[in-house]
T-cell receptor
Framework: GAVVSQHPSRVICKSGTSVKIECRSL??????MFWYRQFPKQSLMLMAT?????????EQGVEKDKFLINHASLTLSTLTVTSAHPEDSSFYIC???????????FGPGTRLTVL | KQEVTQIPAALSVPEGENLVLNCSFT??????LQWFRQDPGKGLTSLLL?????REQTSGRLNASLDKSSGRSTLYIAASQPGDSATYLC????????????FGQGTTLQVKP
């Protein structure tokens, strides 16, 4: 149990386009999901906290208009990178928190490359 | 602001050795602490979760301890195997029950056959 999926696993896009990444908890309900980004050989940096049915809470320095987060159901959160630029190229990972367990389970990540 | 330090940054050992990975954090008001494993280019696999009221957790060859008051946690790996080669990440929560995890830089482990 406690499986989290992400789609797509890898995406290459042109500068200026928008990319949507999906994060799904497959076998449990997640009231809270988190989005992280990871640069090569660095640790994970929390971008935002996504709560079902409410607006996401962004960490300091993360542009909410650039990284749009929607948590429409207890099993799905989406991250849209709008008007992507090469500096947005990174590894994006989501996690889902299983209600009342406070344990987070991570997705396999999405590798975004902006040309 | 919670800050997490992991020592050593990298470790290379022969197969069969027992080893200890260290994690320290600055804010002891944590809700829990998780240890994760990350393989290159992959997501994170949760290894152990220690609640703030607990002293240790065990899963197979892994044992994690927590000393909240001193801001330290250790991950003990017994009888290491080449398949254990990965980066190990320690992540305590921030203050309060927000669920936010604060990650250290990780310890990259290589177990040689």
């Amino acid at each position: 149990g406690a499986v989290v999926s992400q789609h797509p696993s890898r995406v290459i896009c042109k500068s200026g386009t928008s990319v949507k990444i999906e994060c799904r908890s497959l076998d449990f309900q997640a009231t809270t999901m988190f989005w992280y980004r990871q640069f090569p050989k660095q640790s994970l940096m929390l971008m935002a906290t996504s709560n079902e049915g409410s607006k996401a809470t962004y960490e300091q320095g993360v542009e909410k208009d650039k990284f749009l987060i929607n948590h429409a159901s207890l099993t799905l959160s989406t991250l849209t990178v709008t008007s992507a630029h090469p500096e947005d190229s990174s590894f994006y990972i989501c996690s889902a928190q299983r209600y009342s367990y406070n344990e987070q389970f991570f997705g396999p990540g999405t590798r975004l490359t902006v040309l | 602001k919670q800050e997490v330090t992991q020592i050593p940054a990298a470790l290379s050992v022969p197969e069969g050795e027992n080893l200890v990975l260290n994690c320290s954090f600055t804010d002891s008001a944590i809700y829990n602490l998780q240890w994760f494993r990350q393989d290159p280019g992959k997501g994170l696999t949760s290894l152990l979760l220690i609640q703030s009221s607990q002293r240790e957790q065990t899963s197979g060859r892994l044992n994690a301890s927590l000393d909240k008051s001193s801001g330290r946690s250790t991950l003990y790996i017994a009888a290491s195997q080449p398949g254990d080669s990965a980066t190990y990440l320690c992540a305590p929560t921030g203050s309060g029950n927000t669920g936010k995890l604060i990650f250290g830089q990780g310890t990259t482990l290589q177990v040689k056959p």
